[in-house]
């Protein structure tokens, strides 16, 4: 298989588990040495050893990416080791789903410093990289609740509109400088973020727990939840050279959800 990453360095964000262990998996099948990022020190290590066995370099680094510090001492090691960046993924997200008026103003800060400011802050430790490299790539993990509105999803939607915004405005200010910047916007994976998000829901619509999966696969044209395997391979397309051309986008794997 012609490798279509190969020796590129990606920094892969809340990839110990999930989507973004999928696509740390992904990229490093296509050939890139990546940093795996977690606030589990455990789970990261885990994914960086199981992709070492399969011939590329992987390190992790514990770090909460919503915090400048510990993004500032990340990117630093990455380069130590490493001396360049290739690829961001901004993969962080947290989801705490309520109707509007039991929001609390904790849920709506956290939610918006997991989701939006650790995006401004790992771009912004690396944007400096890239810009001397005159290349790069940052795809940032929006959601479909980034392109319509959800019944208590208040906090989750407004982050995730926020964080197209964000990428279009950095995509229009970077592409001077060689660097695509790109946000891709998963339907339904049933991830452990779901373990929470199914009990809430079934609140919310009057259904026992075990019927809320269905519930919303019922929803879908393709009528299956998305595997992170296909996020992961938009992801690793908008890495590579093919999608040279394509920047400021923000691209559904929703199985035709939102159309
Ligand atoms: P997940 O299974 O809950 O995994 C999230 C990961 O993020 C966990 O490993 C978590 O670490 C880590 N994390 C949380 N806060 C962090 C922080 N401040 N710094 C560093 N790491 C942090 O979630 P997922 O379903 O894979 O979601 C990944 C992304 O896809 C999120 O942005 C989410 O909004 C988006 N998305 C998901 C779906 C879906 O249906 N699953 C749909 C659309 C979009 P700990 O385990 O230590 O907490």
Same mark, same amino acid.
């Given at each position: 298989m012609c490798k279509r990453l190969k020796n590129k360095v990606a920094v892969i964000t #809340? #990839? =110990? $588990? =999930?989507i973004g262990k999928g696509i740390a998996l992904k990229l490093s099948q296509e050939g890139a040495n990546v940093i795996i990022v977690d606030l589990d020190v455990e789970t990261a290590k885990t994914v960086s050893e199981e992709i070492e066995k399969s011939g590329v370099k992987s390190l992790f680094v514990k770090a909460d990416v919503s915090n400048a510090g510990e993004v500032r001492e990340m990117v630093d090691y990455t380069m130590r080791e490493f =001396? $360049? @960046?290739d690829i961001l993924v901004n993969n962080a997200g947290i989801n705490k789903p309520a109707f509007i008026l039991d929001v609390t103003e904790e849920i709506w800060d956290l939610t918006m410093k997991v989701n939006l400011k650790s995006i401004f802050l790992c771009s912004k430790a690396v944007i400096p990289f890239m810009m001397e490299q005159k290349n790069g790539k940052i795809i940032n993990i929006s959601s479909i609740s980034g392109k319509k509105g959800g019944t208590w999803l208040s906090p989750y939607c407004t982050s995730k509109f926020g964080v197209i915004g964000f990428t279009q405005s950095i995509a229009r200010e970077l592409a001077p400088f060689g660097i695509n910047v790109n946000a891709v916007c998963p339907g339904i994976v049933f991830t452990p973020l779901w373990d929470d998000l199914a009990k809430v829901f079934s609140k919310k619509l009057h259904l026992p727990p075990e019927k809320v999966k269905e519930y919303y696969i019922d929803r879908i044209p393709l009528k299956r939840p998305a595997e992170v395997e296909d996020v992961a391979n938009l992801v690793a397309f908008l890495c /590579?050279?093919?999608? /040279?051309? @394509?920047?400021g986008q923000a691209i559904n794997a929703d199985g035709g959800e939102v159309m």
């Open positions: #809340a #990839a =110990g $588990r =999930g =001396g $360049r @960046i /590579s050279d093919e999608a /040279s051309y @394509i920047t």
